[in-house]
Nanobody
């Protein structure tokens, strides 16, 4: 059973950076596409970025273009979300998710495995 655990969230000021991590256990991360989602207070969950098994990235949110990047380290079974130039509107709980071990490519399909989320607050 794939398990995903996010870390790295916290309180930062506008303009600062954070790097979130998504650690996988169970099947290795190597064969799995990882997506990052976020859910702001009172809003629907939003898909932000996805990185596939080969390291190719699919972008889903125009609001983070040029500021957020996704990457992965298969040897460490970990994916990352680097967030730069953070804005108050980036405040949300951030989740990593995956369709599963047989889905190495990013897609619009439903995610079957989710982490519990890590909160990010951007405020002065």
């Amino acid at each position: 059973q794939l398990q995903l655990v996010e870390s790295g969230g916290g309180l930062v000021q506008p303009g600062e950076s954070l790097r979130l991590s998504c650690a996988a256990s169970g099947p290795t991360l190597k064969d799995i596409a990882i997506s990052w989602f976020r859910q702001a207070p009172g809003k629907e969950r939003e898909k932000v970025l996805c990185v596939n098994y080969y390291g190719f990235v699919t972008k889903y949110s125009a609001s983070v273009e040029g500021r957020f990047t996704i990457s992965r380290d298969n040897a460490k079974h970990t994916a990352y979300l680097q967030m730069n130039s953070l804005k108050p509107e980036d405040t949300a709980v951030y989740y990593c998710a995956a369709q599963g071990p047989t889905f190495p490519y990013c897609s619009d399909g439903a995610m079957n495995f989710w982490g519990t989320g890590t909160p990010v607050t951007v405020s002065s």
